[in-house]
């Protein structure tokens, strides 16, 4: 089982580029999930499902957005990146609870930078 | 709102130190979930631990312990005789029951071990 992977592991953008994230999960988990990582703050969500087709906002949704066509898979693009998208990003996964919560999986990271 | 803070920033120690890390949490859920994340200088993020609020006895693992205690709100992180190989971030981070497993992670403690 290769687990979370994520596309890229790194890449540059210019302001105003645009740019989508692929993450990819092969143990069957219901949840998927998007964080950035910045310097003092932890991780922070972004986006997260729930199940196939369905999306969901976090904590910092402004300037992602989602996609869960497929329940292996979940995409973030950034539409017109701005300099405060530089971040290390972090895809996750977790089994569904309706009463509970599981730990979740993480990818390895895409770190990106705008400049 | 869910808050976890980890106020110790940084910490080193000298090898076969003891070394405890300091977790707060903030919840209005009487069911929820504490959860512990080791961030090795590699960056991935490594599950370490899940406890449920129900469950209040301490855990140990190897080196490792965990003290929960409902009444100061705090899942403190016990690493006994600490080596080179402890030097990461660790995460403590909260979720509540039924809420799409979403994650509120605290900033993270740096700890240095040094031989």
């Known amino acids: 089982n290769a687990g979370v992977t994520q596309t890229p592991k790194f890449r540059v953008l210019k302001t105003g580029q645009s740019m989508t994230l692929l993450c990819a999960q092969d143990m069957n988990h219901e949840y998927m999930y998007w964080y950035r990582q910045d310097p003092g703050m932890g991780l922070r969500l972004i986006h997260y499902?729930?199940?196939?087709?369905?999306?969901a906002k976090g904590e910092v949704p402004d300037g992602y957005n989602v996609s869960r066509l497929k329940k292996q898979n979940f995409l973030l693009g950034l539409e017109s990146a701005a300099p405060s998208q530089t971040s290390v990003y972090f895809c996750?996964?977790?089994?569904?609870?309706?009463?509970?919560?599981?730990?979740?999986?993480f990818g390895p990271g895409t770190r990106l930078t705008v400049t | 709102a869910q808050k976890v803070t980890q106020a110790q920033t940084e910490i080193s120690v000298v090898e076969k130190e003891d070394v405890t890390l300091d977790c707060v949490y903030e919840?209005?859920?009487?069911?929820?979930?504490l959860f512990w994340y080791k961030q090795p200088p590699s960056g991935e993020l490594v599950f370490l631990i899940r406890r449920n609020s129900f469950d209040e006895q301490n855990e140990i693992s190897g080196r490792y312990s965990w003290n929960f205690q409902k009444s100061t709100s705090s899942f403190n992180f016990t690493i006994t005789a600490s080596q080179v190989v402890d030097s990461a971030v660790y995460f403590c981070?909260?979720?509540?029951?039924?809420?799409?497993?979403?994650?509120?992670f605290g900033a993270g403690t740096i700890l240095r071990v040094k031989s």
């Open positions: 981070a909260l979720s509540e029951a039924g809420d799409g497993n979403k994650l509120v």
């Open positions: 919840t209005r859920d009487t069911t929820y979930y």
């Open positions: 996750a996964s977790s089994y569904s609870m309706t009463s509970g919560s599981y730990e979740q999986y």
């Open positions: 499902s729930v199940g196939e087709g369905t999306t």
